[in-house]
C-alpha cells in the first residue's frame, strides 16, 4: 500500500506542476510540459489504481465459489485504466524525445514496452471476454499459461507467494512443465517463468475475482489439500 500511495502522490504532484506551468508559463516551454503531464499522468493512473484497490473493503464470494464452480475474465477497468496509462506514459516519452533528441534513448524502449503493453491492455478491455481461469470438476485452468487443465488428483498442495504487487495462486504439481504452453504465442512467452519444475504460478491481478474466490473453490473440490504458509487477503 505504502510504495502505491508514494508512487500516486509523486506522480500526482508532478501533474500539479505542470498544468500549473502550463496555465502560468510560455509557450516555449508547453511540449515538455505536455511530454511531463502525459507521462507522469499514467503514472498517476496506475498508482491511484492500485492504491484504490487496496482501500477496497472485503467484499463477497464470487458467484459460484463455495461449490467449487468458478471462472475468471479479464476485469475491463483494471485493463482499461492500464491501457491508457501505458500509452499516456508513452507519449510522454516520445513528446520528451521530440523536445530533445536525445531523450529517444529512452523513448525508443518506451514505445515498444509501453506501446505494445498499453495496447494490449485495451485489447484485453474491450474485446476479450473468454474465461481466463476456471475451477471447476476437472480441476484448474489458466489459460495464459497451461495447455490443459490440471486435474485435482495431481494436486499436491497450494500456496499464495506475493511477488512485487501481484499475489499469486501456486500450485504444487508434479512434473507441471508437462502442462505448459507452448513458447509460440506471447502470453505463453511472458508467462515463461510461472511454470517450473514442480509448481505452477496463477496471477490473480486483473482477474474479475479474487484469491478468496479460487481458495473457496479449491477448499469445495479438494478440502484436504495441504496449504503452504499463510493467507491473508
Same mark, same amino acid.
Given at each position: 500500500m505504502?510504495?502505491?500511495?508514494?508512487?500516486?502522490?509523486?506522480?500526482?504532484?508532478?501533474?500539479?506542476?505542470? +498544468?500549473l506551468?502550463?496555465?502560468?508559463?510560455?509557450?516555449?516551454d508547453r511540449?515538455?510540459?505536455?511530454?511531463?503531464?502525459?507521462?507522469?499522468?499514467?503514472?498517476?493512473l496506475?498508482?491511484?489504481?492500485?492504491?484504490?484497490?487496496?482501500l477496497?473493503?472485503?467484499?463477497?464470494v464470487?458467484?459460484?465459489?463455495?461449490?467449487?464452480?468458478?471462472?475468471?475474465r479479464?476485469?475491463?477497468?483494471?485493463?482499461?485504466?492500464?491501457?491508457a496509462?501505458?500509452?499516456?506514459?508513452?507519449?510522454?516519452?516520445? +513528446? $520528451?524525445?521530440?523536445?530533445?533528441?536525445?531523450?529517444?534513448?529512452?523513448?525508443?524502449?518506451?514505445?515498444?514496452?509501453?506501446?505494445?503493453?498499453?495496447?494490449?491492455?485495451?485489447?484485453?478491455?474491450?474485446?476479450?471476454r473468454?474465461?481466463?481461469?476456471? +475451477?471447476?470438476?476437472d480441476?484448474?485452468?489458466?489459460?495464459?499459461?497451461l495447455a490443459?487443465?490440471?486435474?485435482?488428483?495431481?494436486?499436491e498442495?497450494?500456496? $499464495?507467494?506475493?511477488?512485487?504487487?501481484?499475489?499469486?495462486?501456486?500450485?504444487?504439481v508434479a512434473?507441471?512443465?508437462?502442462?505448459a504452453?507452448?513458447?509460440?504465442?506471447?502470453?505463453?512467452?511472458?508467462?515463461r517463468?510461472?511454470?517450473?519444475?514442480?509448481?505452477?504460478? +496463477?496471477?490473480?491481478?486483473?482477474l474479475d475475482g479474487?484469491?478468496?474466490?479460487?481458495l473457496a473453490?479449491i477448499?469445495?473440490?479438494?478440502?484436504?489439500?495441504?496449504?503452504?504458509?499463510?493467507?491473508?487477503?
Open positions: 505504502f510504495k502505491n500511495l508514494v508512487l500516486t502522490t509523486i506522480s500526482g504532484a508532478f501533474c500539479a506542476v505542470a +498544468i506551468l502550463l496555465i502560468a508559463g510560455g509557450p516555449s511540449g515538455m510540459l505536455i511530454g511531463v503531464l502525459a507521462f507522469f499522468g499514467g503514472c498517476f496506475v498508482g491511484a489504481s492500485l492504491f484504490a484497490g487496496d477496497t473493503k472485503k467484499r463477497g464470487k458467484p459460484g465459489a463455495e461449490a467449487g464452480e468458478v471462472r475468471f479479464f476485469a475491463p477497468l483494471f485493463h482499461l485504466t492500464f491501457g496509462a501505458s500509452l499516456g506514459m508513452t507519449a510522454g516519452a516520445v +513528446i $520528451f524525445a521530440l523536445e530533445s533528441p536525445w531523450m529517444w534513448i529512452v523513448a525508443a524502449p518506451a514505445l515498444i514496452l509501453f506501446g505494445a503493453g498499453g495496447l494490449l491492455f485495451l485489447y484485453r478491455a474491450l474485446f476479450d473468454r474465461i481466463v481461469v476456471a +475451477i471447476t470438476a480441476g484448474i485452468m489458466d489459460r495464459r499459461i490443459r487443465v490440471v486435474p485435482w488428483h495431481c494436486i498442495a497450494v500456496g $499464495f507467494p506475493e511477488i512485487g504487487p501481484v499475489q499469486y495462486l501456486m500450485l504444487a512434473g507441471a512443465q508437462s502442462y504452453r507452448p513458447r509460440g504465442r506471447f502470453s505463453s512467452w511472458l508467462g517463468g510461472q511454470v517450473t519444475d514442480g509448481q505452477i504460478l +496463477i496471477a490473480f491481478q486483473g479474487a484469491l478468496t474466490d479460487a473453490a477448499g469445495a473440490r479438494k478440502p484436504d489439500v495441504v496449504v503452504l504458509g499463510d493467507f491473508t487477503d
